[in-house]
């Protein structure tokens, strides 16, 4: 308002007046009434320019949040990985939507994703994060955001509510059913062959009132040398309850917490956990392995664009190779000088090539170790099955960056690989693809949850794809995602939906030529 009284209807003033000024002043007193004149708008344009050349301090994503949350309804917000719901619940913190402490988390999902963040020494972890910088220190996991959140007393119940065709064992019935858990979270200083270590820890109570702690390195890393001297300094009541059992149990629960506001937080790998390198069956992984390291030292991904650019490349290439140098399903013949010629021309003059991927294009040396590589490791057969995975990044352009060894499971993050995800045969997650059925069953009894939370205590929701790591089954993820918003939609009757510009889009689009 003050910018526009002062600045904006004086220079429309003298834009509709500036003739008439002129006879009446300027010629009479020409210089003074010149510069008084110009003064003005001279001012205006002057505070534009500054205006434009000041930096933001604030990312394009924190803007962009903070500009979607709406106030009057209730904001429920898509995201791709399950650390990147921190930007929502610490951007609605800033605009006010909810307190910066003392929320209670009802987290629905396939997986705990209780585990501890590593330290940040560049700011407090008790500290209530500040500024975007700030909130993206913690985005570090997708199983550490309950606990980076707990740390700034953001959660002060944290309630996980898992379903029924999940292994739990190692708890008693008590503990599954609701029985409150006590995690202590803090920092430790030990010594270990005459080396200091700092980090951070939590312990957890286990069964017959044991206590397991977890000591974490600046790496995310977990530390087996020490089992005693976690310093806490934060408690956080923990919750497990059966999915079946949860209509009964939840209100109890959400009692002893009075009016605290309620942060409800569903992943889609609730109803199903799948493994992506399933869908690479009968093709050697270490080959896989092999590709991706390849991948790795070819391009660099700054942003979603170039991950959906390297994604769209690499499949023409994928097909080109098939087209071009495959002999049968069953074997390849290697591309010879001249098929490469043809791949090469086919991509230049469609453009392809010369695609800003990471700030600069893909090189003919490059191309060739990667059709090089493909046609003597893969067959037809192989090909469609890496095209029907696609290519995406590991994580999240948003993650933070810690030491991070580049192996089969685990690459840098700014890396593209086959899009299989963190379940490959060396992993030891948990498969559970639902029927129709079942898959109708789950979701009555997710419905059924969702009546015992009390509509005036919900906040904020946030809705987790978890397609990048390869969790939820991606032919359900579409019909799984319609039916949690339809419910979200029939409880609340008004909901704003905020698709997260991180996305993954790309995956499952065929190819494009």
Same mark, same amino acid.
């Given at each position: 308002?003050?910018?526009?009284?002062?600045?904006?209807?004086?220079?429309?003033?003298?834009? $509709?007046?500036?003739?008439?000024?002129?006879?009446?002043?300027?010629?009479?007193?020409?210089?003074?009434?010149?510069? %008084?004149?110009?003064?003005?708008?001279?001012?205006?344009?002057?505070?534009?320019?500054?205006?434009?050349?000041?930096?933001?301090?604030?990312?394009?994503?924190? %803007? !962009?949040? *903070?500009?979607?949350?709406? /106030?009057?309804?209730?904001?429920?917000?898509?995201?791709?990985?399950?650390?990147?719901?921190?930007?929502?619940?610490?951007?609605?913190?800033?605009?006010?939507?909810?307190?910066?402490? @003392?929320?209670?988390? +009802?987290?629905?999902?396939?997986?705990?994703?209780?585990?501890?963040?590593?330290?940040?020494?560049?700011?407090?972890?008790? %500290?209530?994060?500040?500024?975007?910088?700030?909130? =993206?220190?913690?985005?570090?996991? $997708?199983?550490?955001?309950?606990?980076?959140?707990?740390? *700034?007393?953001?959660?002060?119940?944290?309630?996980?509510?898992?379903?029924?065709?999940?292994?739990?064992?190692?708890?008693?019935?008590?503990?599954?059913?609701?029985?409150?858990?006590?995690?202590?979270?803090?920092?430790?200083?030990?010594?270990?062959?005459?080396?200091?270590?700092?980090?951070?820890?939590?312990?957890?109570?286990?069964?017959?009132?044991?206590?397991?702690?977890?000591?974490?390195?600046?790496?995310?890393?977990? +530390?087996?040398?020490?089992? *005693?001297?976690? &310093?806490?300094?934060?408690?956080?009541?923990?919750?497990?309850?059966?999915?079946?059992?949860?209509?009964?149990?939840?209100?109890?629960?959400?009692?002893?917490?009075?009016?605290?506001?309620?942060?409800?937080?569903?992943?889609?790998?609730?109803? #199903?956990?799948?493994?992506?390198?399933?869908?690479?069956?009968?093709?050697?992984?270490?080959?896989?392995?092999?590709?991706?390291?390849?991948?790795?030292?070819?391009?660099?991904?700054?942003?979603?664009?170039?991950?959906?650019?390297?994604?769209?490349?690499?499949?023409?290439?994928? !097909?080109?190779?098939?087209?071009?140098?495959?002999?049968?399903?069953?074997?390849?013949?290697?591309?010879?000088?001249?098929?490469?010629? !043809?791949?090469?021309?086919?991509?230049?003059?469609? @453009?392809?090539?010369?695609?800003?991927?990471?700030?600069?294009?893909?090189?003919?040396?490059?191309?060739?170790?990667?059709?090089?590589?493909?046609? &003597?490791?893969?067959?037809?057969?192989?090909?469609?099955?890496?095209?029907?995975?696609?290519?995406?990044?590991?994580?999240?352009?948003?993650?933070? &960056?810690?030491?991070?060894?580049?192996?089969?499971?685990?690459?840098?993050?700014?890396?593209?690989?086959?899009? !299989?995800?963190?379940?490959?045969?060396? /992993?030891?997650? =948990? +498969?559970?693809?639902?029927?129709?059925?079942?898959?109708?069953?789950?979701?009555?009894?997710?419905?059924?949850?969702? *009546?015992?939370?009390?509509?005036?205590?919900?906040?904020?929701?946030?809705?987790?794809?978890?397609?990048?790591?390869?969790?939820?089954?991606?032919?359900?993820?579409?019909?799984?995602?319609?039916?949690?918003?339809?419910?979200?939609?029939?409880?609340?009757?008004?909901?704003?939906?905020?698709?997260?510009?991180?996305?993954?889009?790309?995956?499952? =689009? #065929?190819?494009?030529?």
């Amino acid at each position: 308002m003050i910018l526009y009284n002062f600045i904006v209807r004086p220079f429309i003033y003298l834009l $509709n007046n500036g003739f008439r000024l002129y006879y009446t002043h300027v010629r009479r007193f020409k210089l003074r009434y010149i510069l %008084k004149l110009l003064s003005i708008p001279a001012i205006f344009i002057f505070i534009l320019l500054i205006y434009n050349q000041v930096p933001s301090h604030s990312p394009e994503w924190y %803007k !962009h949040i *903070k500009m979607s949350l709406k /106030s009057y309804d209730i904001n429920v917000a898509v995201v791709e990985e399950h650390h990147e719901v921190l930007q929502y619940w610490f951007t609605a913190a800033h605009k006010n939507l909810l307190p910066a402490t @003392g929320n209670v988390l +009802i987290h629905i999902d396939g997986h705990g994703d209780s585990g501890i963040p590593a330290y940040e020494p560049e700011v407090s972890m008790f %500290k209530t994060p500040e500024n975007a910088e700030h909130i =993206q220190m913690l985005m570090q996991r $997708n199983d550490v955001f309950i606990m980076a959140a707990a740390y *700034k007393d953001f959660i002060s119940r944290f309630v996980w509510v898992y379903p029924d065709w999940m292994d739990v064992s190692g708890f008693t019935e008590g503990e599954l059913n609701g029985a409150e858990l006590k995690v202590q979270i803090g920092f430790y200083d030990l010594y270990y062959k005459d080396k200091l270590y700092t980090g951070t820890c939590g312990c957890y109570e286990v069964h017959q009132n044991a206590t397991e702690c977890d000591f974490i390195d600046e790496s995310g890393s977990l +530390i087996t040398n020490f089992t *005693k001297g976690c &310093k806490t300094y934060r408690t956080l009541p923990m919750h497990m309850v059966k999915s079946s059992q949860a209509p009964v149990i939840l209100p109890s629960i959400l009692a002893k917490t009075k009016d605290a506001p309620i942060i409800l937080d569903i992943d889609e790998d609730y109803f #199903g956990v799948m493994s992506g390198s399933d869908l690479l069956e009968g093709i050697n992984f270490k080959l896989i392995g092999k590709f991706n390291e390849l991948l790795a030292d070819v391009f660099t991904i700054m942003n979603i664009k170039d991950e959906v650019n390297a994604h769209k490349l690499l499949l023409n290439i994928l !097909h080109l190779v098939k087209v071009t140098c495959t002999s049968t399903l069953s074997s390849m013949k290697e591309c010879s000088r001249e098929h490469f010629r !043809h791949i090469q021309r086919f991509l230049r003059e469609s @453009g392809l090539q010369h695609t800003l991927i990471g700030k600069r294009s893909l090189r003919s040396d490059e191309l060739l170790s990667i059709v090089s590589y493909i046609s &003597k490791n893969f067959n037809a057969q192989h090909i469609d099955q890496i095209s029907g995975v696609g290519f995406c990044l590991i994580t999240s352009t948003q993650t933070r &960056k810690l030491n991070v060894t580049r192996d089969l499971q685990i690459r840098p993050y700014e890396t593209i690989s086959v899009c !299989h995800g963190v379940n490959t045969p060396f /992993s030891e997650n =948990q +498969i559970y693809i639902p029927s129709e059925e079942d898959l109708d069953a789950n979701i009555d009894v997710y419905e059924s949850i969702l *009546k015992q939370v009390p509509n005036d205590r919900v906040k904020l929701i946030t809705v987790v794809r978890s397609n990048r790591d390869g969790f939820t089954p991606r032919t359900l993820q579409p019909q799984i995602e319609e039916h949690i918003l339809g419910s979200l939609n029939n409880k609340f009757g008004r909901t704003n939906v905020i698709y997260d510009p991180n996305l993954m889009l790309h995956i499952g =689009q #065929g190819i494009i030529l």
